[in-house]
């Protein structure tokens, strides 16, 4: 089995959290979700993740309340919350009441889809981020908060896993430098790897 374990002060990974049946309802869940898309860079570049973002909509480098497509921003579910909190609780061991994230991160991986090294430095909060990974497993790449090189540590994310990020580790460099496709249980019904990041914006 693998065990709980602190990367770094704040970041603490805690395996197989979610059960086989609040996975298939996670994934359903974002399956139903509307406006999947990759995001366009500043720099021309595009994601080759999709994402849809829940409670606000994220652009680089912010948030708003309109999409831009004149889609409506999906709203925060309540249920999101109440999972967040007793996640936050479980991996930090105290008590979360007053964690009130009001931003939910959808990405899809497919096959091919990677995230580069960066820092999540949109949101006005530093509360922690809360992650759930389901389907197939990915590398996650877990860096220092002074540069976007090494020291790093990789770290295999499967579905159901659950990974905190508060403290001195909020503002840490990350990224997925590949997934494992493939690796997700069939009885998922994913082609695929989608990751959930709850979020305190701060606004
Ligand atoms: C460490 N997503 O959406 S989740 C992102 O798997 C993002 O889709 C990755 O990085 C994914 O911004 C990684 C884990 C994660 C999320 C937020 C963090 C790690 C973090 C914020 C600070 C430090
Ligand atoms: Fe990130």
């Known amino acids: ?27 359903a869940a974002c399956r139903g979700f509307a406006g999947y898309r990759h995001t366009r860079l500043p720099n021309g570049g595009v994601m080759s993740v999709k994402s849809v973002c829940l409670g606000w909509h994220w652009y680089p480098y912010g948030y708003s309340r309109t999409t831009g497509e004149g889609t409506p921003v999906l709203p ?32 899809f991986y497919d096959a091919a889809a990677k995230m580069g090294l960066h820092q ?33 540590t ?12 508060g403290g001195p580790s909020r503002l840490a460099y990350h990224g997925v430098p590949k997934t494992l496709p493939g690796t997700a249980d069939p009885a998922l019904g994913l082609t695929g790897r989608l990751n959930i990041t709850l979020r305190v914006s701060g606004l």
């Not at 089995?1 to 994934?27: I, N």
């Not at 949109?122 to 990974?133: G, H, I, M, N, T």
């Not at 990789?154 to 990020?165: K, P, Q, W």
């Open 154 to 165: 990789d770290v295999e994310l499967r579905s159901g896993d659950v990974f905190v990020f």
């Open 76 to 107: 925060f579910p309540g249920w999101l919350g109440d999972l967040g909190r007793r996640a936050l609780a479980d991996a930090y061991g105290e008590p979360a009441d007053g964690y009130e994230p009001d931003i939910a991160l959808v990405n």
């Open 1 to 27: 089995p693998r065990p709980r374990a602190e990367l770094a002060p704040g970041a603490v990974h805690v395996p197989d959290w979610l059960s086989f049946a609040e996975q298939r309802d996670l994934v």
């Open 120 to 152: 999540d430095k949109d949101e006005r909060s530093l509360a922690p981020v809360v992650s759930f990974s389901l389907g197939d497993a990915c590398v996650f790449r877990f860096g220092n908060t002074e540069t976007r090189g090494r020291p790093y």
